[in-house]
C-alpha cells in the first residue's frame, strides 16, 4: 500500500489526510501539537463547528487501520507522496512568517527519498517553492528536485463547514516545479478530486491561489464601503445588494463585522510580497484597512447605541456573541470579535461572550448558555451569524435583557422588528 504522509493536522491537513486514508492510501499525519496528534488516534475530530462527514470519516479511516498521527518525521522515509500544509502567516509587518514552514520542510527534507513527490499546500506567497522550498529539501536531503524527487506547489482551496465537499469538488490547481513533478502530483490527487485540474507552473500557482483570496477580500471591502455610505444615505445595504445583483453580471458581496480567519486577512498580504518594484499597489492594501476597520465600527455602532439609550459602557454588561470568524465554526484565528471584547475590557465593561463551538479562550469569559450571555445584559453585539442566532426570539431577548440594544454585524434582525420591539438597533450598513 502507497504511503501518503500529511504535515500539518489543522483545519486543512485532518480532513486532506482523511480523504486519501479513504481512497485507499496508508497515511500517516505528522504535527507537532501531542493533543490533536492523541485526539486522531483515538478516531476523533480536531476540528469542532458544523463540518458534515468529517467526524464519521476519520473515526471510519481510524477504525481500518488507514490513519495514524505522530510527531516522528522517520515516516516520511520511503513515502510516496509528502504532502505539507502547515500554518503560513503573516508578521505584524504583513511579512510572511515561515518558521512553521521552514522547520517542516528542514525535517521533511533530511528523511525524503528519491522519487517521493513532495506538495506544497500551504497558501505562500510568489516564488516561495523556488527560492525557499526547493534549496531547503535539496539541502537537508542531499537531491535534486525535479530529478531525484518530485516537487509540486499544489494550493487548498478549503472553506470552513464544507471542508470534505470543497477538497473533492473544487476544482485543482497543480503547479509543479516541471512537468514530470506535475505529471505526479496530478497522478495523486486525481486519487481524491472529482473535479477538474489544471496544470502549470509553482509560480502561477502561487499567485493564483493568493490572488484568489486577495480578489475575495477586496469584493468584501467593497461591500464595507458601501455599507459605510448606506449608513450615511440612511439606506439598508442588504436591499442595495440585492437589487444591484438584479443586473447582470454583478455579484456584490456581503459586507459585516470584519474579516477573519486564516486566510482572507493574510494572502493578499503572501500575494503582494516583495512587489512594488516597479509599481506601486493601492487596492489590495486599501481593501485590507476597509475590513481591518470593522470590528472598531462595530464599536463605534455600540457605543452610540449606549449614549442614546443613557448606559454607561463603562458600568455595563456587554454580551459580545460569536467568537468563531465565521458562523457554525470553531476556528477563531483572527476573529473580528477580538479587537470588539479588547475595547470593552480595556474600558471596563463587564464582558461575556458566548459561542456556541468555541468552549474556552485564555483570559475571557465563555459561555455556550444564551442565557448566561444574555440575562441582564445591556447591550448584545452579534459578530457571527451562527445559524443559533438567526432563530433568537425578539420577545424573549427583550425580556431577558436590561437595556435592550442589539448591535447587528450580519444581518441577523430585522432592523424595523427590533425597533417595534423596543430594541435601540444599529447594525452594519444600516439606517441608524
Ligand atoms: N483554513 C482554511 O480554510 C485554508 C484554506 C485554504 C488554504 N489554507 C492554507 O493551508 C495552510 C494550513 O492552514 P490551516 O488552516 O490548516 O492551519 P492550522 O493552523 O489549522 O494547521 C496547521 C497545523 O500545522 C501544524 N504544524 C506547525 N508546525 C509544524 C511542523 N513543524 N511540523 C508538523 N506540523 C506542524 C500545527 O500544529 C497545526 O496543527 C495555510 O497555509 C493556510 O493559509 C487554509
Known sequence: MKKVVVVGLGYVGTPVACCFANAGFKVVGIDIVQSKIDMINRGESPIKGKEPGLDELLKKVHKAGKL????????????????????????????PRYKALRSALTSVGKNLSKDTLVSIESTIAP?????????????????????DFYLAHCPERLRAGVLLEAITNYNKIIGGINEASSKKAKELYKKIIKAKMYVT?????????????????????????????????????????????????????????????????????????????????????????????????????????????????????IAVMGYAFIEDSDDTRDTPAAPVIKHFMDIGSEVIVHDPY?????????????????????????????????????????????????????????????????????GIGKKH
Open 201 to 317: 507552473d509553482s509560480l502561477t500557482a502561487e499567485v493564483t491561489k493568493t490572488t484568489e483570496n486577495a480578489y475575495r477580500d477586496t469584493q468584501i471591502a467593497f461591500a464595507n464601503e458601501l455599507a459605510y455610505l448606506s449608513e450615511e444615505l440612511g439606506i439598508d445595504v442588504f436591499e442595495l445588494r440585492k437589487l444591484v445583483n438584479t443586473s447582470p453580471s454583478r455579484a456584490m458581496h456581503f459586507p459585516g463585522s470584519g474579516v477573519g480567519g486564516h486566510c482572507l486577512p493574510k494572502d493578499p498580504w503572501l500575494l503582494l510580497h516583495g512587489s512594488g518594484k516597479t509599481f506601486k499597489p493601492k487596492l489590495i492594501p486599501a481593501a485590507r484597512e476597509i475590513n481591518d476597520s470593522m470590528p472598531f465600527h462595530m464599536i463605534e455602532l455600540a457605543e452610540e447605541a449606549m449614549k442614546e439609550s443613557k448606559v454607561n459602557p463603562k458600568k455595563a454588561k
Open 68 to 95: 495514524k498521527a505522530t510527531d516522528d518525521y522517520s515516516e516520511c522515509k520511503r513515502a510516496y507522496a509528502i504532502l505539507i500544509m502547515v500554518e503560513t502567516p503573516v508578521d505584524d509587518k504583513n511579512i
Open 358 to 426: 468555541v468552549k474556552a479562550v485564555d483570559g475571557l469569559e465563555m459561555t455556550g448558555d444564551l442565557n448566561e450571555a444574555l440575562v441582564g445584559a445591556d447591550c448584545a453585539i452579534f459578530v457571527t451569524a451562527h445559524s443559533r442566532y438567526k432563530s433568537l426570539k425578539l420577545k424573549n431577548l427583550v425580556q431577558k435583557m436590561r437595556n435592550s440594544i442589539i448591535i447587528d454585524g450580519r444581518d441577523l434582525f430585522e432592523r424595523k422588528k427590533c425597533i417595534k420591539e423596543g430594541f435601540v438597533y444599529k
Open 127 to 147: 516564488r516561495t517553492t523556488t527560492d525557499l522550498v526547493k534549496p531547503i529539501l535539496e539541502k537537508e536531503s542531499g537531491l535534486k528536485a525535479g530529478e
